[in-house]
């Protein structure tokens, strides 16, 4: 029904606003230190990034198809899946963290290696921290992604409550009581994503919820199920990789341009993810509904659902884009920036703001939902080829041939993004996107 839907969505946004707003109060906290240390953890966040996008969209593959066992009334099969996915994010969560503690500085000289030495020396402590809390949050995101399968995004919500409240308050014990620089920024990190992996765990070994981790652990990969969860999650995890790995290549670029344009990026970038996180909120909800829709068998539901809460996605990012807007200058001055800086985060802003309700929607909105009906591998292909073809190597182009400065980030993106649109309208208005089986019927 409405209100159930309306209930699912709220604590999504409401999760996904607060993760940024406390991102946002991070950097603010860290502008203290210097411009060195916030260019520093920004480049370095960009790896982190890309690993947790890796982790959600394993998480997004086990929540597809035990979504499509609950729509098809299977809760065996589907708490079968809950106990798999953990153990898979699990051993390439610590995987992934070993290679990142211990090859830290080779990896950050070859990604940015033109930086300056104080960013490199801050970078490469903040990562030798945080790559240590990543096994916590990929079992976090398998925890999340379950609740919300189960329509709960209220667990999710309090529990990111809990994990962003104890980071930030113990950024600003760290930073402004104990004097620390970028160790004042990593440790809550670290600490925060473990208390909320711990908590998330031992609330989903309740065995009176309808999807809940077996009371002994899952300890050995059922390559069936794996086969399943990776088959949705392989993709959708290139994708994202795909994606994060190409700003990569633009951060890579954008480090050449000097300090005040590595901040400004920086700047712009969180505004950007600020005015865009209602609405993947929503798209949270949406691959909920879409997936229980499609493992009964009810296609046209679907469909409607999706056209539905992609316009309420459009609204939502209409309506913030206007706030951030008014309030980004304020903000640079609240953040202490150069005014070369501020200029610059300012115009990239304004530019954002005025696109991004044009075309977002329909480049990301729609693959939430045809994502969550099997299709991933069209996404894939679609948002890969844009990537290459339109945001790395425009903004390059602009950049090292040019001589354009960051706002070639965004010009790049503006064609991404359209490119995305086209493709993606093309695909829904088609309806080969719900030709898809994702489990066996009974």
């Not at 209930?7 to 502008?31: K, N, T, Y």
């Not at 370095?44 to 890309?50: G, K, M, R, S």
């Not at 359209?418 to 093309?426: D, F, G």
Request: hydrophobic letters at 55%.
């Amino acid at each position: 029904s409405r209100k159930d839907i309306i209930r699912m969505i709220l604590p999504a946004i409401a999760e996904q606003a607060l993760a940024m707003l406390v991102g946002m109060a991070d950097s603010l906290m860290l502008a203290g230190v210097g411009e060195r240390a916030v260019s520093a953890v920004s480049l370095v966040d960009q790896i982190n990034i890309l690993m947790i996008n890796l982790f959600a969209a394993l998480a997004t593959g086990g929540a597809v198809i035990a979504g499509q066992c609950l729509g098809a009334k299977d809760d065996k099969r589907a708490c079968h899946i809950t106990d798999q996915l953990a153990l898979v994010q699990i051993l390439l969560g610590v995987g992934i963290s070993a290679v990142l503690f211990f090859f830290r500085e080779p990896l950050l000289r070859v990604i940015f290696g033109s930086i300056e030495q104080k960013i490199m020396d801050y970078a490469v402590i903040y990562m030798g921290i945080t790559a240590v809390s990543l096994p916590f949050i990929a079992l976090y995101n398998a925890a999340a992604a379950i609740y919300r399968t189960m329509g709960n995004t209220r667990t999710p919500m309090l529990i990111s409550i809990l994990m962003n409240g104890v980071n930030i308050c113990g950024n600003a014990l760290l930073i402004y009581g104990c004097g620390m620089e970028v160790e004042g920024a990593a440790i809550p990190t670290l600490v925060s994503r473990a208390v909320a992996a711990v908590v998330a765990v031992a609330l989903l070994r309740n065995q009176g919820l309808q999807l809940h981790f077996s009371r002994r652990p899952a300890l050995k990969p059922d390559g069936g199920a794996v086969r399943k969860i990776l088959g949705i999650g392989i993709p959708n995890g290139v994708e994202n990789s795909m994606f994060q790995f190409g700003k990569l290549v633009i951060q890579s670029t954008v480090s050449t341009l000097g300090t005040a344009a590595i901040a400004a990026n920086a700047m712009a970038a969180m505004v950007e993810g600020f005015v865009g996180n209602a609405s993947v909120g929503v798209g949270l909800g949406l691959m909920t509904v879409v997936g229980q829709c499609m493992g009964a068998g009810h296609v046209e539901e679907a469909r409607r659902y999706i056209l539905k809460l992609s316009f309420l996605g459009r609204m939502l990012i209409l309506l913030f884009c206007a706030m951030a807007a008014v309030l980004i200058q304020p903000v640079t001055v609240i953040a202490g920036m150069e005014p070369d800086a501020a200029q610059m985060t300012v115009q990239m802003v304004w530019l954002i703001c005025a696109y991004k309700p044009l075309m977002w929607s329909t480049s990301f909105m729609l693959a939430y939902g045809m994502r969550a009906a099997g299709d991933v591998k069209f996404s894939l292909i679609t948002s890969s080829v844009t990537m290459w073809t339109c945001r790395v190597i425009i903004t390059v182009l602009l950049i090292r041939v040019f001589h354009m400065g960051p706002v070639a980030v965004w010009i790049g993106m503006f064609s991404d993004w359209t490119a995305r649109s086209i493709a993606y309208v093309w695909r829904f208005r088609s309806g080969r996107w719900a030709q898809h089986q994702v489990i066996e019927k009974a």
